[in-house]
């Protein structure tokens, strides 16, 4: 049964990140890598709490600015409910650092799904997110009173093919 599978892989996926080090950059990588399936895929926002430090520091295109995890969840969540069959590629990975002084990570992505909710930019129209949605984020990784926790991340995605996928033909 296919959520049979799905529950298995979950569960699979969250105890590689529940059980991940930071030892390496391998473990860091396959951490991020796991952590992005659960997150857009799975739509496990929840797992945000987990790993982004309370205070984050999440800036995106347009020079936006968010601050903090609440805020950070809420803008992740109308973008989600714009896109409920969003899932992501993961295109690359790089990771630079180490366990003494933190990690960054480069992150590339393509974005996939249909707007089939209501958005900022109005109705639904149906249309598809594909290979033009590019994201480009960079991550700081570091330890925050004992835990491995995000504690800024700078991110960069295709705003402008979002919001004409979001807009009527008609407007």
Do not use: Q
């Amino acid at each position: 049964m296919m959520c049979d599978r799905y529950s298995d892989e979950i569960k699979a996926l969250r105890r590689g990140i529940e059980a991940n080090t930071f030892s390496t950059k391998e473990d860091v990588r396959a951490f991020i890598r796991d952590y992005t399936k659960l997150v857009y895929d799975f739509k496990m926002l929840g797992l945000i709490y987990d790993y982004y430090d309370k205070n984050i520091i999440y800036r995106k295109e347009n020079r936006i600015k968010i601050l903090g995890v609440e805020n950070l969840v809420s803008d992740l969540l109308e973008f989600f409910a714009t896109f409920p069959d969003l899932n992501v590629d993961l295109e690359s990975l790089i990771v630079a650092g180490d366990a003494d002084s933190g990690y960054k990570v480069w992150r590339r992505m393509r974005y996939h799904g249909t707007n089939t909710n209501h958005s900022k930019f109005g109705p639904p129209t149906g249309k598809v997110l594909g290979d033009g949605c590019l994201g480009l984020s960079m991550m700081f990784i570091n330890r925050v009173d004992g835990s491995w926790k995000v504690t800024e991340e700078h991110n960069s995605i295709s705003y402008s093919f979002i919001r004409d996928v979001c807009t009527s033909d008609e407007a």
